[in-house]
């Protein structure tokens, strides 16, 4: 079936350990995203990809780190530096073909402690 | 700054009422204009989409949404709500490029039997 498929789903972590969370799309899509999201403030952009070898940083890119070596990967590590690393961390992409729509993976939950 | 926002944080109808959600959103031009909805611990599902054409927009589930130029909304509509509607709501635009997708902080639909 094609999707965007994140992983892994529930990730724990100590303080001040790096973490990667992986996602890959078999959409054939050029554009991918990841977003954070926490209670009451919605989804915030982190960084995204609108081609291989090349990112943005979003809106909340401090201590986070990103990598688009191939068109269906695009694995986000969040870093000791992000000061509160616990959240829900949600993966996209888009598609040209259809208006520029962008559709999500499931999910992976980050906690730190 | 481009914006979108969501008034209403909780909303609960009675199953069998009909739903308005609205969303007002702040941009230069008229945006790209998608509804995305969340259950708990997933991922976002796009329920619909305006680009241009008419303002009244079908979606999957059951839901619509009219957008209305005058008003800077863009809200969505149920004739009448099921129980497994609910979830939470999020309301998005996009700039034409869509290469970055702005969110309300969500609406969470709470719908009583």
């Known amino acids: 079936d094609g999707g965007i498929t994140q992983s892994p789903k529930y990730l724990f972590r100590k303080e001040g350990q790096n973490v990667t969370l992986s996602c890959e799309q078999n959409?054939?899509?050029?554009?991918m995203y990841w977003y954070r999201q926490d209670p009451g403030q919605g989804l915030r952009l982190i960084y995204y990809?609108?081609?291989?070898?090349?990112?943005q940083k979003g809106d909340i890119a401090e201590g986070y780190s990103v990598s688009r070596e191939k068109k269906e990967s695009f694995p986000l590590t969040v870093t000791s530096a992000q000061k509160n690393p616990t959240a829900f961390y949600l993966c996209?992409?888009?598609?040209?073909?259809?208006?520029?729509?962008?559709?999500f993976g499931e999910g992976s939950w980050l906690t730190v402690v | 700054a481009q914006s979108v926002t969501q008034p209403d944080i909780h909303i609960t109808v009675s199953e069998g009422a009909s739903l308005e959600l609205r969303c007002n959103y702040s941009?230069?031009?008229?945006?790209?204009l998608f509804w995305y909805v969340q259950s708990p611990g997933q991922g976002l599902q796009l329920l619909l989409k305006y680009f241009s054409g008419d303002t009244l927009v079908q979606g999957i589930k059951g839901f619509e949404a009219e957008f209305k130029r005058s008003q800077s909304s863009f809200n969505l509509r149920k004739p009448s709500v099921h129980w497994s509607d609910a979830a939470e709501y999020f309301c998005?635009?996009?700039?034409?490029?869509?290469?970055?997708?702005?969110f309300g902080t969500g609406t969470q639909l709470k719908v009583e039997l």
């Open positions: 990809s609108q081609i291989v070898n090349d990112f």
């Open positions: 996209a992409s888009r598609d040209r073909t259809s208006g520029n729509t962008i559709y």
């Open positions: 959409l054939n899509h050029d554009a």
């Open positions: 941009y230069g031009a008229t945006p790209y």
């Open positions: 998005a635009a996009a700039t034409g490029g869509g290469n970055k997708l702005t």
